[in-house]
Structure formats: C-alpha cells, structure tokens
Antibody
Framework: EVHLVESGGGLVHPGGSLRLACAAS????????MSWVRQAPGKGLEWAAH????????YYVDSVKGRFTISRDNAENSLLLQMSGLRGEDTAVYYC?????????WGQGTLVTVSS | DVVMTQSPLSLPVTLGQAASISCRSS???????????LMWLQQRPGQSPRRLIY???NRDSGVPDRFSGSGSGTDFTLKIGRVEAEDVGIYYC?????????FGQGTKLEIK
C-alpha cells in the first residue's frame, strides 16, 4: 500500500525556520517528480516547490524563492523542505505529492503555523 | 504566471443530476511534447486532494466513469454524469505546462 507521511510541522515565530520531511513507501518514489503543495486555512491549493526524480532540477514559486529549499534522498525514499525566514502567509497545510504519468499520490499534510 | 479561471465557484446539484465545471487558462497548456498539461483534482471535506483526470481526459485508476474531462488549448471542462453524495467537495483544475504550476480557485460542489 502506498503511503506518503509528512512530519515536521508546527508553530513557529515569524522569521523562524522549520524542516518538513515526507517518508514514502509502497512505490518507487525515485521514479517520480515530487512536490510540496500548500493550502492556507480555508483557501485553495498552491504549488510551493518541485523536484525531478534525480534531484537535479528544482522549481519554486516566487513567494518562497530564496527562503525554501526542496531536496530528496532517494536511498531513503524521502522528500524534504527546509523553510527559513517564515512569514505569516506561509501558514498552511503542506502536502507532499508524488507525480507519475499514471499514478499520483498525496500525503495527509502537515500544518505549519507562523505566528508570534 | 498562468491564470486558471474556474466557473462556477459554487455548484449546487441535485443527486442524480449532471454537473459541469469550466476551467480556462490564460495561455495554451500544450507543452513541447504536444501533450496538454491539464488535470482535475477532487478534495473531499477534511481530506487531501486526489487526482481524477490527467492530460485533459484520462481518468486515474479507481475514478468512476461518471467523471469525464474534455477540452483543448485554453478551454476545459469536467463533467460528472450523475452526481452522488460522495462527490461533495471542491474540484480544482491545474496546469503543469508552465512553471509555476497553477491551480484554479476551486469549485465547491454541494447537494441541493
């Protein structure tokens, strides 16, 4: 059975840092593009960061460029998101997503709250 | 950025009736391989999103055949043949032809 399990969310002060992790199991995650998609409370979906299967290509939405870093460890079947300089507008549920041609998997999400 | 515009944003439907959601993009979603990079996702209340349709009209595994996608270029439609109670939720179109990938605002389907 496929699982994507996010961890690392929590409450952080503005300007602080957090590191999100996503553990993949039940499929060969090293063959998939992986993303972090976020959803602010009561709002729609926003693509935050994206990484290709070998980790060589990374893309970020403008609002997180220079502050967030996406990475992956295919040996460990994991996806990471290092977040720094956090702002109130970064408050959201962060979903780990695996994108395949025929398959698409979403985690249950982890809530990041940026507040003083 | 490519703007994805969905309509309607609210869709009250009677059980058993058909429903249709429109999605328009501000640019063509055809990539260099000739694929049209448009997908539809469903988010049921309290759940993570899941993909229903990819490349305009291909249903994901396990998606009932009452869901169908169509369209081309910049104009796309998701149709639900006969709405069931389990279809309640928010539907998003999403383009992945251009970075950043962008979503529509979401269409909230509810039962009348």
């Amino acid at each position: 059975e496929v699982h994507l399990v996010e961890s690392g969310g929590g409450l952080v002060h503005p300007g602080g840092s957090l590191r999100l992790a996503c553990a993949a199991s039940g499929f060969t995650s090293s063959s998939f593009w992986m993303s972090w998609v976020r959803q602010a409370p009561g709002k729609g979906l926003e693509w935050a960061a994206h990484i290709n299967p070998d980790g060589g290509d990374k893309y970020y939405v403008d609002s997180v460029k220079g502050r967030f870093t996406i990475s992956r460890d295919n040996a460990e079947n994991s996806l990471l998101l290092q977040m720094s300089g956090l702002r109130g507008e970064d408050t959201a549920v962060y979903y780990c997503v695996a994108w395949g041609q025929l398959d698409n998997y979403w985690g249950q999400g982890t809530l990041v709250t940026v507040s003083s | 950025d490519v703007v994805m515009t969905q309509s309607p944003l609210s869709l009250p439907v009677t059980l058993g009736q058909a429903a249709s959601i429109s999605c328009r993009s501000s640019q063509s979603l055809v990539n260099t391989d000739g694929d049209t990079c448009l997908m539809w996702l469903q988010q049921r209340p309290g759940q993570s999103p899941r993909r229903l349709i990819y490349k305009v009209s291909n249903r994901d595994s396990g998606v009932p055949d009452r869901f169908s996608g169509s369209g081309s270029g910049t104009d796309f439609t998701l149709k639900i043949g006969r709405v069931e109670a389990e279809d309640v939720g928010i539907y998003y179109c999403m383009q992945h032809a251009h970075w950043p990938h962008t979503f529509g605002q979401g269409t909230k389907l509810e039962i009348k």
